[in-house]
C-alpha cells in the first residue's frame, strides 16, 4: 500500500442539498494537515455551477464571480492531487462525499467517496464526548477554537482542520484511521493533464468593482455621429432595474467594441440618454421628488456626475413633450401591465408562492419557461447562470432583480 502522508480537510458551499436535484458544488477548499495536525497548506476556488446558486443567503456566493470561475472538470485533477495520498476529512462527510462522487461522476471517474471512506469529525465529536451540538460551529465553540467566517469553504474547512487537531491531541482514539479510509486516500486515480488551475476568489466585502467603462479605450471622437441604436437599446435592458449587473457590463462593452464606440463617445451617449430621461420626468410638466432621485440613480450608474442632474432638468424643462403612455417611458425603470409574462429563477428573498399570488392578483402572469413574449425574467442574481437566466439573454429578455420585479408589482396593486 502507498504511504499516507496525512489529511485532506475538504469543505464544499453547493447550490443545494440533493445531488439528485443536480445540484452542484459551487465552492471547494482543501486544507492539508500532516499527522500531528498542523496546516501545511491551503487551496480554495469557486466553482462555476452551470446553474443558479440557490441558498445564496446561507452561503454568500454571487453570479457574477462564480461566473468567472472554473467548472468542475478543471479542477478535478489539482483536486485529486490534493486529495491522493492523504485522509480525506470532512465535518459531515456524508454530504461532501455525495457531492463529490455526483461531480466525479458527470465525468465518468469512480471514487472511493463512500459514507466510511472519510474521516467525519461530527461523528469523532460526538464520540469524543465533545458535549456539544453536531455543527461544526457548536463542535469548535465547545474545543474553544477560533471563531470564523462560518459558511465558506475556505473557513469552514480550516475549522474542521482545527478541530481534527484538537481531537488528535486530546482524543486520538476518535479519529483513529481505518483501513477503509486508508484504501481511499490510496485509490488509484486516472491520470489527469498537467497544468495550472485558475483559481477564483469571493469577492472581498467592500470591494468596489471597476466600472465597465474603464474596459472602454479613450479616444478623440470621430467626424459625424456614431450609429448608437443597438447601445442604446441594450442600456435601456440594463436600467430596467436601476442596477448593472456584471453580466450587463459585459454586455454594454462587447456592443461598444462591436459598435466601433470608445469611451469618450460612451460617455457622451450616456448624457444624452439621462437628458432623455429628463425629458420625460418634464413631460408631465412635474418632477417629484422620487423621478429626481431616479435621475441622480442612473447618473451614477452611468458613471455620471451626479451634480448634473440638476443642470439638465433646468435646461430640459422647456423641452418637455407631451406625456407617453406609461409603458413606454423609461423614465422610473421597470413597469409592469396586465397580461405581462414574467419567469421567476433563483431562491427568492420573499415566498414564491406569495409572489404568485400577488402577480395574479394584478392580472400579470408567473411562467416556468422563458420565451420572446416574456416580459422579463426576474432573479434572485441578476447574474444568474441559471438555464432561464441563458436563455432569457438569448431571446433578449431583460433580467431584473427581485427587488425591481417586486417594486413594479406593487405600482400595479389597487
Not at 12 to 21: K, P, Y
Not at 285 to 307: H, Q, S
Amino acid at each position: 500500500m502507498k504511504p499516507v502522508h496525512g489529511y485532506a480537510v475538504i469543505d464544499t458551499e453547493t447550490t443545494g442539498i440533493r445531488t439528485g436535484w443536480h445540484h452542484r458544488i459551487a465552492e471547494i477548499a482543501v486544507v492539508l494537515v500532516d499527522p500531528h495536525g498542523r496546516t501545511t497548506d491551503e487551496w480554495v476556488t469557486l466553482v462555476n455551477p452551470d446553474r443558479d446558486l440557490g441558498p445564496q443567503a446561507i452561503h454568500g456566493i454571487r453570479a457574477a464571480d462564480a461566473r468567472r470561475a472554473p467548472r468542475f472538470e478543471d479542477l478535478a485533477g489539482e483536486l485529486v492531487r490534493r486529495l491522493s495520498g492523504r485522509v480525506v476529512v470532512a465535518h459531515n462527510w456524508a454530504f461532501d462525499a455525495m457531492h463529490l462522487r455526483a461531480e466525479f461522476g458527470r465525468l465518468g471517474i469512480d471514487t472511493p467517496f463512500e459514507t466510511d471512506a472519510g474521516l467525519c469529525t461530527m461523528r469523532a465529536a460526538g464520540r469524543a464526548r465533545l458535549g456539544s451540538g453536531r455543527s461544526l460551529i457548536d463542535c469548535c465553540a465547545a474545543a474553544r477554537l477560533s471563531d470564523r467566517s462560518w459558511h465558506t469553504a475556505l473557513d469552514d474547512a480550516r475549522g474542521a482542520g482545527d478541530l481534527l487537531g484538537f481531537l488528535l491531541r486530546t482524543a486520538p482514539n476518535a479519529v483513529a484511521t481505518t483501513e477503509t479510509q486508508l484504501r481511499a486516500a490510496t485509490w488509484a486515480w486516472p491520470r489527469f493533464e498537467p497544468g495550472a488551475v485558475r483559481t477564483v476568489q469571493r469577492t472581498a466585502i467592500g470591494h468596489v468593482e471597476p466600472h465597465f467603462l474603464a474596459r472602454l479605450v479613450e479616444r478623440m471622437p470621430r467626424d459625424g455621429e456614431p450609429v448608437a441604436d443597438a447601445y442604446f437599446a441594450m442600456l435601456d435592458d440594463a436600467l430596467l432595474d436601476r442596477q448593472i449587473s456584471a453580466t450587463e457590463g459585459d454586455a454594454l462593452v462587447e456592443v461598444a467594441h462591436d459598435l466601433g464606440l470608445h469611451k469618450n463617445e460612451v460617455l457622451a451617449l450616456h448624457l444624452s440618454y439621462l437628458r432623455d430621461l429628463a425629458r420625460e420626468a418634464w413631460a408631465d410638466e412635474v418632477v417629484t421628488d422620487e423621478e429626481r432621485k431616479d435621475l441622480l440613480t442612473v447618473a451614477t450608474l452611468l458613471a455620471l456626475d451626479p451634480g448634473i442632474v440638476e443642470t439638465i432638468l433646468d435646461e430640459e424643462r422647456d423641452s418637455a413633450r407631451a406625456p407617453v403612455p406609461a409603458h413606454e417611458r423609461k423614465a422610473g425603470g421597470l413597469t409592469l401591465r396586465p397580461g405581462d409574462k414574467v419567469v421567476l429563477t433563483g431562491s427568492m428573498q420573499r415566498d414564491r408562492a406569495d409572489i404568485v399570488a400577488d402577480a395574479a392578483a394584478v392580472g400579470v402572469r408567473i411562467t416556468t419557461s422563458v420565451s420572446k413574449q416574456t416580459r422579463v425574467l426576474a432573479a434572485a442574481d441578476p447574474d444568474s447562470l441559471s438555464g432561464k437566466a441563458k436563455r432569457a439573454r438569448e431571446c433578449g429578455v431583460p433580467v431584473v432583480s427581485e427587488a425591481a420585479f417586486l417594486k413594479a408589482l406593487a405600482k400595479l396593486a389597487p
